[in-house]
C-alpha cells in the first residue's frame, strides 16, 4: 500500500494519461486541484476510494466528456462540489459515480446518490 500525500504535480504532468486509479491505498491530506484537469480533460476513469484523503472534492474541471468512472467513496472528504453531478448521464457520459453518501448531493434526475446509498 502507497501512503502518504499525493503530489500536487501529477495532475499537471500526466497530460496523455487516461485512467488513473489509486485507491486502496493509505494516501492523506487533500485530493489536488490539478487531478481535476489531469490528462488535459480526457480522463476516463479516477478512482480514489478507500484511502484516507480530507478536505473538499472539487466540481471545477475545464472539461467533463470524458470521465466515465470517478469513484471517491470510503475516505474523509467533508464535502463535493456539485459540478461533479454534471458529470453524469444525461449532461455528460459518467455512468458511475460513488461517494459517502455524507458529501453526495447528486440528486437531479437519475438522484444517484440515493441509488448508491440504499444499495449500501
Not at 3 to 27: A, C, K, W, Y
Not at 50 to 61: A, D, E, I, K, P
Not at 95 to 120: H, M, Q, S, V, W
Request: hydrophobic share 30%; aromatic share 8%; proline share 3%.
Amino acid at each position: 500500500q502507497l501512503t502518504g500525500t499525493l503530489p500536487e504535480s501529477l495532475g499537471e504532468q500526466l497530460v496523455e494519461l487516461r485512467h488513473l486509479h489509486l485507491d486502496h491505498n493509505r494516501f492523506t491530506g487533500t485530493l489536488p486541484l490539478s487531478y481535476n484537469n489531469v490528462g488535459n480533460g480526457r480522463l476516463e476513469s479516477l478512482t480514489i476510494n478507500h484511502n484516507r484523503l480530507t478536505g473538499v472534492v472539487s466540481g471545477q474541471r475545464d472539461l467533463y466528456n470524458k470521465m466515465s468512472v470517478y469513484t471517491l467513496q470510503e475516505n474523509q472528504f467533508t464535502s463535493m462540489g456539485s459540478e461533479i453531478c454534471n458529470m453524469l448521464i444525461p449532461w455528460g457520459e459518467m455512468p458511475e459515480l460513488k461517494a459517502d453518501c455524507d458529501i453526495c448531493n447528486c440528486t437531479d434526475f437519475f438522484n444517484i446518490c440515493a441509488r448508491y446509498c440504499d444499495a449500501l
